[in-house]
């Protein structure tokens, strides 16, 4: 992989993160809690989002969100 394409993909990546981030603020999730989240590119070019170690109740809070958010584009 050319070292432009790393470059695409790790802001791809990098958003994605911020955009997850940014989700967790507004749940009202301090900051500590997710900490672990980090943006990565594999060898093979495919932007992720590592979320690391979550407490649970923050997934139960993310979870939740979903369901609400799914429910209302019904």
């Known amino acids: 992989m050319d070292m432009q ?12 993160a ?12 301090p ?3 997710w900490t672990g989240i ?3 590119v594999t060898h093979n ?7 690391g170690m979550l ?8 979870a939740e969100a979903m369901r609400v958010s799914k429910a209302s584009v019904r």
């Open 55 to 62: 407490p649970a109740d923050v997934v139960e809070q993310m």
């Open 31 to 33: 900051e500590g809690a």
């Open 18 to 29: 911020e955009a997850i981030r940014a989700a967790l603020a507004v749940l009202g999730v």
């Open 5 to 16: 394409t790393w470059r695409d993909r790790r802001t791809r990546a990098a958003d994605a």
């Open 38 to 40: 980090r943006p990565t």
């Open 45 to 51: 070019g495919h932007a992720y989002v590592h979320l």
